[in-house]
């Protein structure tokens, strides 16, 4: 009976005993700073990146505003319809042979 009584008594302890349960583990903060920094990392270097296409690239308006040399001399020419004055500003002033590397840039410039 003693060991009926005894049985009894460490049952009733252990029911009134709080739980045993796991610990809470401590959540590393290193793991999410080090994410933190590689994602301003990349947002700095892309940034970075943009600003450099940006700036290498001329805009229309600095395009317009440079002196265009075949331009200028075209217009030096003259205005006579005399077969020897067209002669002589097609001989003297224009200059015909390199009139298609301008398509190569574009192509060029269009295939990127």
Do not use: C, H
Not at 15 to 26: G, R
Not at 43 to 48: K, M, P, V
Not at 74 to 96: C, H, M, R, V, Y
Request: charged share 30%; hydrophobic share 30%.
């Amino acid at each position: 009976m003693e060991d009926e009584k005894q049985t009894t008594e460490e049952s009733s302890k252990q029911d009134y005993t709080t739980p045993n349960y796991p610990e809470p583990e401590e959540k590393s903060t290193g793991a999410i700073i080090g994410a933190i920094i590689i994602v301003v990392l990349l947002i700095i270097g892309g940034l970075y990146f943009l600003g450099q296409r940006v700036t290498k690239e001329p805009t229309p308006k600095e395009i317009l505003s440079q002196p265009d040399t075949v331009t200028e001399t075209l217009k030096k020419q003259g205005s006579s319809d005399d077969i020897k004055s067209i002669e002589a500003d097609l001989g003297s002033s224009t200059d015909l042979k390199n009139l298609d590397v301008e398509l190569g840039n574009i192509d060029a410039e269009l295939n990127k």
